[in-house]
């Protein structure tokens, strides 16, 4: 059965490549740390499940010193000139999207497909994480496309790698460590204290104000968090059942769902949900990390106004 | 009171703009030693969480493929399909990638987009390329900003349509902690009252991405009468 530790094999396999290239590229000023920040990185695929949790929290260590102290580098920037891009960009025409198209179309694929397929009456992959290993084997087969088609050098794929990965620099394990941040929250019970005073600071004698609260404090608890899930058992349990619910009548499905969308307003507005608005702005090369945020904030606003408007008409009307 | 040193230091972090990655470690160990761990447990904890967490980092696995594609020019590609397209503009690249999105992830198809894969090497390429298609070549600040918009709308479209597929991972989140509270509720219950809010963004945003071709005609302008 191919569980998601294989996927990580393959993730810890590309990130020592990674590092290797970088130790080689005397272009980059810092080489060596980078090479040590992706070389740690890739230990924690190859071996984190294998090592004592104490080891992996110091190599976590390791790498946020390596990248906050010294920091990264960068090699020189491009493989190709824009005009050599463009004279084979005319070569190969549309088949340019036939490799990039099969990541979605195999991903989509993988996820029916593998449920149904199964050996001796086991599943062939994991059916929990069913996504991440088609996402996983999708870009495998896409890879395997993009070389037949336009056989690359042997090293090309983990060279043009590097480069990317380089340009998105640390962000690309922020995501990361912000999951281990909610953890962290989660142990030491900051949820609990934050509903606690919420409850005791604002009127919660008014429906309106109490529905008000919900929806607004889903939206700032998920940007504290950076997620939207951490936030929903905390609001809900502190104020959406016992008040909207309890006391007045409330509709806890409407209410539910339309406080997880108010959360998804708050995960649009904060730099905590990285992978969604900090990821982005390194891959796109923007110079400023909130640029993403920016532009969706009016969004976010009005929509969460919108939410509130549609809770307090739809939640208690039976 | 003391468990919220981590929400301080992470907001100061931020404001100051240090280093995310060494904010977020600081305020995550001083959190646990708040809570009352020792500093050795919290080290643990940390590194068990980064380690559990490793999922969200596979999409990198994309990069060997798509680096190769943008070697052979499939960023130029894609800027030149568009610049065959007469009727295409930033904002109608949008409107339909924002439209396919929130379909597909309505339907569950989630996976059809991010940004490794199809923002930064297809959608972001194409909205550009169309603002050159009409203004010529771009000055950077609009670039970053067509760009700024082509992820946003990537996270918008994909948060307010997958709430209205009833397995996707929030339906069950909801439906599990109602459940741990003695209500049972249906997933197909929570989803249709998903659709109001995923109308809703739907209206509000793509009216915003229709003003983007007025705000970029009035950047542009400005930009020529400058210069």
Redesign the interface.
């Known amino acids: 059965m191919i569980t998601l530790e294989h996927i990580y094999w393959l993730a810890g396999l590309m990130m020592a490549g990674v590092a290797i290239v970088n130790a080689r590229d005397a272009s980059n000023p810092r080489r060596f740390n980078n090479t040590a920040f992706w070389g740690t990185y890739s230990l924690t695929f190859l071996a984190g499940s294998y090592l004592p949790d104490i080891v992996n929290g110091f190599l976590v260590i390791g790498m946020v010193l390596v990248a906050s102290i010294r920091g990264l580098g960068q090699g020189k920037k491009e493989s190709a000139t824009r005009e050599e891009r463009e004279t084979s960009a005319r070569r190969w025409g549309n088949k340019l999207f036939i490799p990039a198209l099969t990541i979605p179309l195999v991903t989509v694929l993988g996820t029916f497909i593998f449920k149904k397929i199964t050996i001796n009456g086991s599943p062939i992959v994991d059916l929990k994480q069913v996504t991440v290993i088609s996402l996983a084997v999708a870009t495998l087969i896409a890879l395997g496309v993009g070389i037949a088609m336009l056989r690359p050098p042997l090293l090309a794929p983990i060279k043009e790698a590097r480069r990317l990965l380089d340009a998105v620099g640390w962000a690309a394990v922020l995501p990361q460590m912000l999951a281990a941040l909610g953890a962290l929250f989660a142990i030491a019970g900051v949820g609990n204290v934050v509903s606690g005073l919420a409850a005791r600071w604002i009127p919660l004698d008014n429906a309106f104000v109490v529905v008000v609260t919900y929806a607004v404090g889903m939206a700032i608890f998920t940007m504290i968090m950076g997620n939207a899930f951490a936030a929903f058992p905390v609001m809900t349990a502190g104020i959406g059942l016992p008040l909207i619910v309890h006391r007045f009548g409330g509709d806890p499905t409407i209410m539910a769902a339309i406080g997880m969308l108010s959360g998804f307003c708050g995960t649009l507005m904060t730099p905590m949900a990285a992978n969604f608005n900090i990821v982005p702005t390194a891959l796109l090369e923007l110079p400023d990390e909130n640029a993403v945020i920016k532009v969706q904030i009016p969004t976010a606003l009005i929509l969460l106004a919108a939410n509130i408007l549609l809770m307090n008409f739809l939640v208690f009307r039976h | ?1 003391l ?2 040193v ?2 301080v230091i ?1 907001v100061i972090g ?1 404001v100051l703009r ?5 904010v ?2 600081v ?3 001083a ?2 030693i ?4 020792d500093p ?1 447990a ?37 800027r ?2 568009v610049a065959g397209l007469r009727a295409a503009t930033t904002s109608r690249v949008l409107l339909v990638y924002f439209t396919i999105r929130q379909i597909t992830a309505a339907l569950g ?14 959608i ?1 390429p194409m909205a550009e390329g169309a603002a050159e298609n009409q203004y010529g070549e771009l000055p950077e600040k609009v670039r ?2 067509i ?6 709308v ?3 479209a994909l ?2 349509g997958e ?1 209205i597929f009833i397995a996707i ?2 339906i069950l ?2 439906r599990g ?2 459940e741990q ?1 003695g ?1 049972r ?2 997933p197909t ?3 249709i ?2 659709i ?2 995923a109308i ?2 739907f209206v ?2 793509c009216t ?1 991405l229709f003003l983007l071709d007025r705000s970029l005609r009035a950047e542009l302008s400005r930009e020529t009468d400058e210069a």
């Open positions: 009171m468990t919220l981590g929400i992470v931020f240090i280093n995310p990655l060494l977020v470690t305020a995550g160990l959190t646990g708040a809570g009352g761990l050795l919290v080290v643990a904890a940390f590194g068990k969480a980064f380690i559990t967490s490793r999922y969200v980092a596979i999409v990198w696995l994309v990069l060997p493929v798509i680096g190769l594609l943008e070697h052979a020019g499939l960023k130029e590609r894609a030149a399909v198809l989630t996976s059809l987009g991010g940004h490794a894969q199809m923002v930064r090497p297809l972001a970053h900003k760009r700024a918009h082509a992820a946003a990537d996270n918008i948060f307010f709430d991972g929030s989140l909801i902690f109602l509270n209500i509720v249906e219950q929570l989803a009252w998903a109001p809010t809703c963004a509000i945003h915003r």
